[in-house]
């Protein structure tokens, strides 16, 4: 397995569609299988150096203020529930 195969498949897994986290979280299990392999003398050398991934998805979840929690809790009928 070569560098360029590496970076093949990475590319594929996007152009299947793989969300950029998922493509990336693969890429370390792949990368740290392959380092253990190397350090164990399996390998020579891992494939997964200097591989091009796409940029992380940063979630940006906001808290709601405290008064909209609280509207939030009002709207709700108690005897039934949300």
């Not at 979630?59 to 509207?71: K, L, Q």
Request: with cysteine; proline share 10%.
């Amino acid at each position: 397995m070569s560098r360029g195969d590496v970076q093949a498949f990475f590319v594929s897994l996007v152009d299947r569609g793989l969300a950029p986290n998922t493509d990336r979280g693969l890429y370390h299990l792949l990368a740290a299988i392959m380092s253990l392999a190397e350090e164990d003398g399996i390998i020579q050398a891992t494939p997964c150096r200097r591989i091009s991934l796409p940029p992380a998805i940063v979630d940006e979840r906001r808290c709601p203020p405290v008064a909209e929690v609280e509207g939030l809790a009002g709207a709700i009928d108690p005897a039934t529930g949300p």
